[in-house]
């Protein structure tokens, strides 16, 4: 079999230099699942996409690979797959407004339009479930990037936050510590594989009513930092909205990726219940 057309796109961005880069593999029929791993470290983002055929009900089945891992769910790559499909053309048939990709962690939905800003897309996660972060992991974590409980912020306690990957949620009150604040990847990486979380470290800092900015933790080959985490933006959602910090029906945004070069936006719809509603660009990368 012939190696397959793999495209490059810059999700969550109006620039190809700016959100997060994903691989997208639009036609993925017959490859194995360590051909798709090879090529997920072969292009070595954070994460690359493969659409692997279409469901009795007509869903598109997708997986996604880290460079070092296969993950259950990811939203920029969902975000980046969607636009590519509504650009490049679909090998599996016909693309209507709205498909669904049949993930590891169930159908997800996924709405394309055609804005003068370009083609955008919004995936509708699974409900969110939001429980408490034990104690020893805080600790954990806290250690990790050097701050104490007294950094974080009282009115948005920590949480594990999951609406398709479980994100550890950590909220710092004072933008210049959540600015500064720094870990070693390798510890970080060590943490994640033994408290089996296989995505971000979620750290955020509430900017105002209606955004926030986020720092997602995520050592994987090169990188540290994810540029923008759809699924933790997501979990973010679920989080304001099970603590009672936004009124729902509400948007908020999210600000991602200043720290490591590539800045980013992902717009969050929060409504009273069911999955949260995440949505922005994706640009190519020559």
Same mark, same amino acid.
């Given at each position: 079999?012939?190696?397959?057309?793999?495209?490059?796109?810059?999700?969550?961005? %109006?620039?190809?230099?700016?959100? =997060?880069?994903?691989?997208?593999?639009?036609?993925?029929?017959?490859? %194995?699942?360590?051909?798709?791993?090879?090529?997920?470290?072969?292009?070595?983002?954070?994460?690359?996409?493969?659409?692997?055929?279409?469901?009795?009900?007509g869903a598109r089945t997708i997986r996604y690979f880290s460079p070092i891992a296969e993950v259950p769910f990811c939203g920029h790559a969902t975000i980046a797959t969607a636009i590519a499909l509504?650009?490049?053309?679909?090998?599996?048939?016909?693309?209507? !407004?709205?498909?669904?990709?049949?993930?590891?962690?169930g159908d997800i939905p996924i709405t394309v339009t055609r804005e003068p800003d370009g083609v955008r897309a919004a995936f509708t996660s699974r409900p969110p479930v939001i429980t408490p972060l034990p104690g020893e992991d805080l600790d954990a974590i806290l250690g990790l990037v050097g701050l104490a409980a007294d950094d974080l912020d009282p009115a948005l306690p920590p949480r594990i936050a999951d609406a398709g990957n479980p994100h550890p949620l950590l909220v710092i009150a004072d933008l210049e510590v959540f600015d500064g604040f720094t870990f070693d990847p390798i510890a970080a990486r060590t943490l994640m594989d033994a408290r089996g979380w296989p995505a971000t470290i979620t750290v955020v800092h509430r900017l105002g009513d209606s955004a926030f900015a986020a720092? =997602?933790?995520?050592?994987?080959?090169?990188? !540290?930092?994810?540029?923008?985490?759809?699924?933790?933006?997501?979990?973010?959602?679920?989080y304001l909205r099970e603590l009672g910090a936004v009124p729902v029906p509400c948007q908020v945004?999210?600000?991602?990726?200043?720290?490591?070069?590539?800045?980013? &936006? &992902?717009?969050?719809?929060?409504?009273?219940?069911?999955?949260?509603?995440?949505?922005?660009?994706a640009i190519p990368i020559p």
């Open positions: 079999m012939s190696e397959p057309r793999v495209l490059r796109y810059a999700a969550f961005a %109006s620039s190809p230099d700016g959100g =997060n880069p994903a691989g997208v593999v639009l036609d993925a029929r017959g490859l %194995s699942a360590e051909t798709m791993q090879r090529i997920a470290a072969e292009v070595d983002y954070a994460e690359t996409a493969f659409l692997t055929g279409t469901t009795d009900a509504a650009e490049d053309g679909d090998a599996l048939g016909p693309l209507p !407004t709205t498909i669904r990709f049949a993930t590891p962690v720092r =997602n933790i995520f050592p994987v080959g090169r990188i !540290t930092e994810d540029p923008a985490t759809g699924s933790a933006a997501a979990a973010l959602g679920g945004e999210v600000h991602q990726g200043a720290h490591v070069g590539r800045p980013g &936006l &992902l717009t969050v719809d929060i409504p009273a219940s069911g999955g949260i509603v995440v949505s922005g660009t």
